[in-house]
């Protein structure tokens, strides 16, 4: 708690901006609960927030974020996390316009259209994004039970990899947040890290996403508890902790920080 409290990003950075992008009831807006409650730490469980919403049958999606406030100091967090409808031939969003929520080209606000993209004259196009704008760490989020067809529509899946391929060339850092993970095995949610049953679905994810296992987040977010607990609480902010130090070393490699003028002469 007191370790996401107190991170900043560099200098000139106002927010640190994390983007998560997954299906229909994937747990985006569950994960967002589930952090505002550890944050809040009101010994209660935070009423569900609409913003990060959308039904199944939905073909729009709204990029939208609300803010992370500590009940410690009573003040905003430097933290925006972004909500995504994920890749779909049906009800998901267009690459391209992905591809433009990461570079920074789309406010808060926009409401996406399956069938086309954003174009430059809408009011919600910023036309000359900077390293505020953009996304600083994007997250996939997918269930346990299945998490690569979580992920993406088969019929999608070039475009899936061609968005991968296009963020890695500009190094933004990818993760993966792998929700009721409590529900793949036996173990106790305490031990999910000692969890055979656990790594195998992580282990499956990074296959997939062809990404580092530490960047694989097991997860289990509330969704039948009346009162938060320790283990979930811990559990959300040491992933939302992992987020943050991603999202910081790509910023402070972005920004050269600490870096010597003439270290690439």
């Known amino acids: 708690m007191q ?4 991170k900043k990003p560099p200098e000139g950075i106002g927010y640190f901006n994390i983007l998560l992008l997954g299906q229909a009831a994937s747990g985006k807006s569950s994960f967002f609960n589930t952090i505002s409650t ?6 209660r469980i935070l009423e569900p927030l609409s913003v990060l919403e959308s039904s199944d049958s939905s073909v729009t999606s709204k990029l939208q974020t609300q803010p992370l406030k500590s009940h410690s100091t009573g003040s905003t967090l430097p933290i925006r996390i972004y909500d995504c409808r994920g890749l779909h031939k049906s009800t998901g969003i267009p690459t391209d ?5 990461v570079q920074g080209h789309i406010k808060p606000g926009y409401t996406f259209n399956t069938y086309e993209t954003i174009k430059e004259k809408d009011p919600f196009y910023r036309s000359k994004p900077g390293l505020n704008d953009a996304i600083h760490c994007l997250v996939y989020v997918a269930k346990a039970d299945n998490p690569s067809e979580a992920l993406t529509d088969e019929s999608v ?3 899936f990899d061609k968005m991968r391929s296009d963020l890695c060339k500009i190094n933004v850092p990818q993760m993966a947040l792998i929700n009721m993970i409590d529900r793949v095995g036996q173990e106790k949610l305490e031990d999910v890290f ?17 990404l580092p296992l530490n960047h694989i987040l097991p997860m289990s977010c509330y969704y039948n508890e009346i009162r938060p607990t320790i283990v979930k609480d811990t559990l959300a902010l040491f992933n ?3 987020m943050l130090y991603s999202a910081n070393d790509y ?8 870096t010597p003028e003439d270290f690439y002469d």
Request: a positive charge.
């Open 3 to 6: 370790e996401v409290i107190e």
């Open 194 to 210: 000692w969890s055979k049953s656990v790594e195998n679905v992580c282990e499956g994810a990074r296959r997939f996403l062809c």
């Open 240 to 242: 939302l902790n992992s």
């Open 251 to 258: 910023l402070n490699a972005k920004m050269k920080i600490d």
């Open 38 to 43: 550890a944050i809040a730490n009101e010994k």
């Open 157 to 159: 899946k070039q475009q």
């Open 97 to 101: 316009d992905i591809q433009k929520v």
